[in-house]
């Protein structure tokens, strides 16, 4: 039955004009109500009659209904009907009302989204901002939601800088009750910090500490870094950054109590200012350990205690110290501990007395490890690094291993491994998650090196291909004295067991006639296979089949060289040994590693040669006592030795060389044997090398990756043919210098100016070496 006309007026009255677009005419809409209606005081609802419905099934409506046929009237369950279906957000407008014995709902539908489009973007692409907004094509569109989208838009662009950014959304009313929604942006500039200021601090200078937080100031030649765009969230974790510094330094009571940016009047910079309060520094007084393990000893423990009393107080080597701790209860046969260093300050002597509480822990198993923010790299990539599975005992230095060699893969920006409750108290669940970076390099480049001259590069590669961890690359190279063609692949975890595969296949040509009077080609294929036998132990083996000519030998060569002359076949099988306790394969500040290499030749072919070497490398780090891990020192060192057999003799392309980079200060195989007639290098089946090189950083701004480093470098080479007018003096030679290394945008650039010190008279010398290669 028809509203009357009375009805109709009172409905007119109570029902608010509702904006059909713009988020603020939506925000300014009151509360809905629906039509008021005489209704007799009791009736059972016979049914619901649904109008203006065009895509939404008058089924779907009626479910939303709290009051459904057979139920009585109510008021407020009629009311809380009308909230429920504006609250679906499938509806411009709603109305509710009595009919008699039935129900009417009148609906008009939300329009459907078309498309969504952004203009006046340029520095976020639409990909990025499509993966921001609510809002896509065949979504429901609702004022609340282009709102919601334009507040988020603002954010991302505020979160880089851009402060001034603006966003408006404009809807375009297409047929159908369809509408396309089109953000127009205008990006800003970006704000960058124009001033870094620290209140409080009266034991270091803003300089100083300027060089501890990741935030920079503004500056010239920081034109590829986003460190001096303003980030809020970044200035929390300097202000950690500041706390731990402090805390290194012996500053127990350190408290960073502010960190906080105002925006410059004309919006244009940022001024961060950091509230320091220092506290006293402390030394350390007493040291102890405390053990109540039952098969595990406080003297057991002690040497490893790596504080010493009368140092300042350092957190992070109490940290570390607790650490070692624990994993050296776990080597003793202690699966469950928990290491506890108690601090007692003595405020009025400035001491800290430490006891190392060494206490079985929680029993806590792994029950799952969860894997997140690989969106690319497989699961059972990142799965097979871990050093535990479910089941297995929880162990903090195995997570932590673990954690370094997912970081050891070069395909994350960065990785980190959480512990939290599982579904028992004696549960644990691992979250790993990961950051992926780009894998592929095509590389166009061009450069120079001292070895190899002028030089062309151009390459594609692949690390992480089609995220299963193989390594696949084609890459060359064509220089003045070096040109070469490889391709190669590599599988680290065939079939995802403990075996790596490869197999390469390279075309190399090399003009040595400045150093040795002849040109060398040589090209053929290896294959590769590794297998590790513990955490730092691994095994390789590779076979080599290579065809090697020598041509265009200089007429006046030595007649070592010249008997040279010709065509070779090398069958080569090949083996290598490393240990590696390296803190980091790619970066490495502490640790050692020892390689063991074996090449044979004779399994066919014309050569016959057994040639082994011994390589190893020592790194020890000195932040301790200079407060910045970049402070290294690196003692490396190798023996090789040549010896044929069969009598087949080796070639001269099968011997060592030495002089450049393997002995700084002189010319690439610039010492050793030689033909004083013609001055050619005649290599050698015995050679040593040991290089003490200290790695320090410059007092530059960081980001400018530029790093120092002095070194001495100690070699010697023996065991070439003997003939007149060949001298072969296997006396150590010494070359030192120093030397700087730029991490540029276009490629690593090293510069070394070295003397040699120690050297024979018919030695060639070199005081300073280039190299530059770029990628992009």
């Known amino acids: 039955m028809p509203f009357s006309r009375a009805l109709l007026l009172a409905a007119t009255c109570l029902v608010p004009v509702v904006a059909a677009t713009g988020a603020e005419a939506q925000q300014r809409r009151p509360a809905p109500q629906r039509p008021a209606a005489a209704r007799p005081a009791s009736g ?22 709290l009051l459904q046929p057979g139920d009585a009237f109510e008021e407020d369950r009629l009311d809380r009907s009308l909230r429920t279906l504006f609250a679906t957000g499938l509806f411009r407008d709603v109305r509710v009302g009595r009919q008699g014995d039935r129900i009417l709902v009148q609906v008009e539908e939300n329009p459907i989204v078309n498309r969504v489009a952004f203009e006046g973007n340029s520095k976020l692409n639409d990909d ?12 429901v569109y609702t004022p609340q939601a282009a709102q919601a989208d334009r ?32 953000y127009e942006i205008a990006e800003g500039n970006v704000a960058l910090v124009s001033r870094i200021n620290f209140v409080g601090n009266r034991s270091y200078s803003d ?41 290194r330094q012996g500053y127990a009571d350190v408290n960073i109590t502010g960190g906080t940016a105002e925006l410059s009047p004309d919006r244009s910079g940022f001024f961060v200012t950091y509230t320091v309060d220092e506290g006293r520094r402390y030394r350390i007084g007493k040291v102890e350990t405390t053990s109540s393990l039952r098969n595990v000893t406080a003297a057991q423990l002690q040497n490893r205690v790596d504080v010493s009393a009368g140092d300042w107080y350092d957190g992070d080597a109490v940290e570390r110290t607790a650490e070692t701790l624990s994993d050296r209860a776990n080597q003793l046969g202690a699966p469950f501990v928990e290491v506890t260093p108690r601090i007692v300050r003595n405020t009025e002597a400035g001491t800290v007395d430490i006891t190392f509480e060494v206490k079985e822990g929680n029993r806590l198993y792994v029950e799952r490890i969860d894997i997140t923010g690989n969106v690319r790299t497989q699961d059972r990539v990142i799965r097979r690094e871990f050093r535990l599975a479910e089941g ?8 932590r291993r673990s954690r370094q060699r997912i970081r050891d893969l070069g395909y994350f920006s960065d990785a980190t491994i959480s512990s939290n409750p599982g579904s028992a108290p004696d549960r644990v669940v691992l979250g790993a998650n990961v950051t992926e970076r780009a894998t592929g390099e095509v590389s166009l480049g061009g450069g120079y090196s001292t070895d190899a001259g002028a030089l062309a590069d151009v390459g594609l590669r692949e690390r992480n291909l089609l995220g299963t961890g193989i390594d696949a690359r084609i890459n060359g190279v064509l220089a003045e004295r070096r040109s070469q063609l490889d391709l190669s692949v590599t599988d680290p975890s065939f079939l995802d ?21 002849y040109r060398e080609r ?13 955490e730092y132990l691994r095994q390789s083996w590779a076979y080599t089949l290579s065809n090697r000519n020598i041509f265009d030998v200089d007429p006046n060569a030595s007649l070592y060289i010249r008997e040279q002359l010709g065509t070779t076949l090398l069958s080569q099988i090949g083996q290598t040994l490393t240990y590696d306790r390296r803190d980091s394969r790619l970066d490495p500040h502490s640790g050692y590693l020892i390689r063991l290499g074996t090449d044979v030749a004779g399994l066919g072919g014309d050569v016959n040669y057994v040639r082994a070497r011994v390589d190893g490398a020592y790194y020890i780090p000195f932040e301790r006592l200079l407060g910045d891990p970049n402070y290294v020192l690196a003692i ?46 005649l290599g050698g089946r015995f050679l040593y090398t040991q290089t003490t090189e200290f790695r320090f950083p410059l007092p530059l701004p960081e980001e400018v990756g530029i790093t120092g480093r002095a070194f001495v470098d100690i070699g010697g080479l023996s065991g070439s043919s003997s003939g007149a007018g060949v001298v072969d003096d296997s006396s150590p030679r010494v070359g030192a210098g120093v030397g700087v290394s730029w991490r540029s945008p276009f490629g690593l650039i090293n510069l070394d100016f070295a003397q040699a010190v120690v050297k024979k008279s018919y030695d060639e010398t070199q005081f300073f070496r280039f190299g530059f290669g770029t990628r992009f």
């Open 497 to 517: 067991r403990n075996l790596a595969l490869g197999a390469d296949v390279f075309y190399i040509t090399r003009d040595l006639l400045d150093y040795s009077g």
């Open 207 to 247: 300089s100083r500490l300027k060089e501890i937080v990741s935030t920079r100031e503004a500056a010239w030649y920081r034109p590829f870094s986003s460190s001096d765009t303003y980030e809020p969230e970044r200035l929390n974790f300097d202000r950690e950054l500041l706390r731990r510094f402090y805390l």
């Open 44 to 65: 059972i609802v016979q049914g619901i009659d649904i109008q203006g419905n065009q895509r939404i099934e008058a089924e779907t409506i009626r479910s939303y209904m």
């Open 392 to 399: 297995d005992a929880f162990n903090a230095a195995q997570v």
């Open 522 to 534: 040589r090209y053929g294929f290896s294959l590769r296979a590794g297998y590790e036998f513990n």
């Open 636 to 681: 490396t060192g190798s023996v090789g030795i040549l010896e044929s057999f069969g009598g087949k003799r080796e070639r001269i392309v099968d011997r060592f060389f030495l002089g450049g980079e393997n002995l700084r200060g002189f010319e690439t195989a610039g010492a050793g044997p030689r033909d004083l007639a013609t001055q050619d290098s």
């Open 128 to 139: 990025v901002l499509r993966n921001e907004v609510q809002l896509r094509a065949r979504s």
């Open 151 to 182: 507040n988020r838009l603002i954010e991302i662009y505020a979160r880089r800088g851009r402060l001034s950014a603006t966003v408006e959304p404009k809807i375009i009313q297409l047929d159908q009750n369809r509408v396309d929604i089109v």
